[in-house]
């Protein structure tokens, strides 16, 4: 069937990121968004990878500036983990264990230190609380190993506007779907109108009003791996002067982890955890005393279940976002899927001219699914090994819970260390963590393994050296603070 016109159900940042990667690459089309109040949007803030910034400005060529000005996000360089036997370690988004330095017998994961944890620029930076280096007229250098943490109002606002520029319709409606023909016949208004449409994207979230209800597609559940399935939320005002954090926080707590995520004026917290082993009130109990910044009025608890369906396009079909699944919040994935799903969706109806054939579909679906397991593969390792308490939670997650995937990575690193050598064979090359993230995790959390490498005399005196360089750079780089106050100045000339 020939597609000349897209209905997207669904007015969150999943509906709006849908329309708007739609539409900007395929102007002809007809895009509509239907905004229902039955449709509830979770409405918490947001951290993404670096996924999203590429997503719009380099595959869609949006303006940063307005992005800046209007969706107010905060910088994110990683994640630093409270998580495991060691005090701290960090993730980041540069791939810096894989890596080899001049005069190195091994790639640099084998020379990780727990004193001074930084292997490259990325962790030296997160580490003393920094971004970018400065250049010497004192503006950012900027790369592109950053994200973004973003609060979902301002967030969905800045969609919205760049939606309606470019001539997406946005209908406020409550719709049922009539099913029948290729999949949806209709989207049916509460006045009787029909909405039609040659494809139809389903970004209701959690309900999958189409997929999951509609179309009864069948669902995967990732509950013998990830056995998180709320989150008590909460947060805080920032403090005059207190510094902004250029990372996601990930904490140990009893029965599961507790995220933070600094922004402009607000900290947010929030506590995932599973159900099985503490009743809500113990979490929002935990949250609040481990969190007594909290305001205890403004918590609230968000349910949600790990898993994706079997396929997310069907028929005349496509769910994104978390109307096609859900893992959960350990690695800011949420965003980061959707990207994905919309640029390899736009990317199917430009390469078969709008008329999508079924190895195309089936191409999608594989391409799609593979990235759901891959980032429960990924988490799989973050629990499996965290051996910071002893709580039933964590003693049944690492005696019970399924590495699928992940197996054969950690059989390699547990009998050959943080070798990157069979990375290509082990991790698939459309992997966004690459064998890198793995390698970051079990060092992080300081899984044993056999092939133990004991670096020379040189070659510590070179890390030592190095390590002291990184630290030197870091300490001249700009914060948050500053890079923002100069991206938010008026009348700045953006090249």
Known sequence: ?????????????????????????????????VRSPN?????????????????????LKLKPRDFYREARPTYKM???FLWGPRKDFVYTFSYEYEKRLPNCAKNNGFYYSAEEPWLGNASAFMLHNKVFPRRADGMPQFHNNYAFHIENVTYVGWLE??????????????VTAEVGGAGIAALITEHGERITADLYVDASGFRSELLGRALNEPFRSYADTLFSDRAVIGGWNRAPGEATLPYTVAETMDAGWCWQIDHEQVIHRGYVYGSAFISDEAAREEFLRKNPKVDPAETRVVKFRSGRYERSWVGNVVAIGNAAGFVEPLESTALQVICV???????????????????????????NGDQ???????????????????TPF?????????????????????????????????????????????????????????????????????????????????????????????????????S
């Open 39 to 59: 449709i509830a949007i979770i409405g918490v803030v947001e951290a993404t990878t670096v996924v999203l910034p590429r997503h719009f400005f380099e595959y």
């Open 394 to 494: 964590w003693q049944a997650v690492r005696a019970d819970a399924k590495l699928h995937g992940a197996e054969p990575i950690v059989e390699w690193y547990q009998e050959n260390g943080p070798s990157v050598l069979a990375g290509v064979a082990l991790v698939h090359s459309s992997n966004s963590f690459r064998m890198d993230g793995f390698l970051a995790l079990l060092v992080g959390q300081d899984v044993p393994y056999q092939k133990r490498y004991e670096p020379t005399p040189a070659e510590r005196e070179f890390w030592r050296k190095y390590r002291n360089e990184l630290v030197v750079e870091a300490k001249r780089g700009m914060t948050s603070e500053e890079v923002l106050k100069i991206l938010h100045t008026p009348g700045l000339a953006w």
């Open 341 to 367: 799903e919309c640029s390899t969706l736009t990317d199917a109806l430009l390469d078969s001219l709008c008329e999508p054939t079924p190895t195309v579909v089936k191409l999608y679906n594989k391409y």
């Open 372 to 390: 759901w397991d891959d980032i429960r593969n990924f988490l799989a390792v973050h629990y499996k090994f965290n051996t910071r308490y002893d």
């Open 161 to 174: 506007n760049r939606c309606r520029e470019i001539g997406v319709e946005v209908t406020d409606a409550t």
């Open 78 to 80: 990683g994640i630093r």
């Open 1 to 33: 069937m020939k597609i000349s016109s897209v209905v997207v159900l669904g007015a969150g940042s999943a509906g709006f990121m849908a329309a708007l990667t739609i539409k900007l690459k395929l102007p002809h089309l007809s895009v509509r968004v």
